[in-house]
């Protein structure tokens, strides 16, 4: 199935914006969901919909079969050992600061150490500073090398024997940035460090096999992979999250309740206080399904033919200056044109019909880095062609005859 006929499994892509037919650069932010998984979920809510693991009745045992099907779905997807090991939450974000809240406060004392990158998206920059503040361990910063990659040479550096958390995202959502998590994993185990990974940005586009990669704690959002807004989940080594306390207490997280004391469920539902997220889960599930029906490397080689096709074509415009590294990146391209601000080159794109992000894209120590304020970015998924990037490359000329006074 080519891109063209992939598209039209996609409703909300069927429309003009502005006038003109919508092209869909915005994926890094929130893809687009295809039919499969919005009958999914609207099949759920007519004919399922009931509460989790509490009723006997029949609508009860088939919501609990669909949101636990999910979770097998998900640790098959992405090579978990055990469906123990999935726990689910509302996206990358919670997921990080639950492995902030919960194990990293807990092991985490004066005079040790937390490794990240000057890269990381706020979700996995703010939680490791809470923690650093709170239990007066060190925030370290790995370096980044001129295009915006990770040299292996400053990982051994900067990660010491006083390391207890390496925290690194596989994908940057800003430079395209592809880091190589399974050699910075290796470094991090050999000084006992923990690894934990930012998978937002990578687990829609490429195979993920967490057993491979051997980090200790994995995080994914699902509205990034087709799935719903609203459900995530963190992957965690079994015999971490058997140590680890609760970070939210109610219902269903409890095995026994008394006066005074109360003892939890094993793993997963410990950590899955209250009525859990049913309905993203169930969409999540026929995600999966629908990422393993196209298969994962064809979306990889076709994203990366198409950003190398953008990448081309973008690089021809004069005044553009385009971040991150020249080659073996991931699927977006971000920019800057000239001395305009993104956010007028992004509303000039609008009225083409084209949607694009600008801003800082939660990366402001990033932004700094780059020394710019902010920045446009284009961002590819399955669905996307090279009318796309042409049409956004005639639009961006537009955009540089609108400003023209900006230029020269």
Known sequence: MNSAELRKLFPILDQEINGHPLVYLDSAATSQKPVQVIEAVK????????????GVHTLGSRATDAYEGAREKLAKFINARSVKEIIFT?????????VA???ARSVCREGDEIVITP???????IPWQQVAKATGAELKYIPLQPDGTIDLADVEKTVTERTKIVSVMYVSNVLGTVNPVKEIAAIARRNGAVMVVDGAQSTPHMKIDVQDLDCDFYALSGHKMCAPTGIGALYGKKELLENMEPVEFGGEMIDHVDLYESTWKELPWKFEGGTPIIAGA???GAAIDFLQDIGLDEIDRHEKQLTAYAMERMSTI???VIYGPRNERAGLVTFNLGDVHPHDVATVLDTEGIAVRAGHHCCQPLMRWLQVTATARASFYLYNTEDDVDRLVNALLKTKEYFGHEFG
Request: aromatic share 10%; net charge negative.
């Open 43 to 54: 099949r759920y809510y007519e004919y399922d919909n009931a509460n989790v693991h509490r």
């Open 90 to 98: 509302r996206g990358t974000t919670t997921a990080l600061n639950l």
């Open 101 to 103: 809240s919960s194990y």
């Open 119 to 125: 890269m990381e998206h706020h979700s996995n920059l």
């Open 282 to 284: 169930v969409g999540l």
């Open 318 to 320: 004069d005044d553009i």
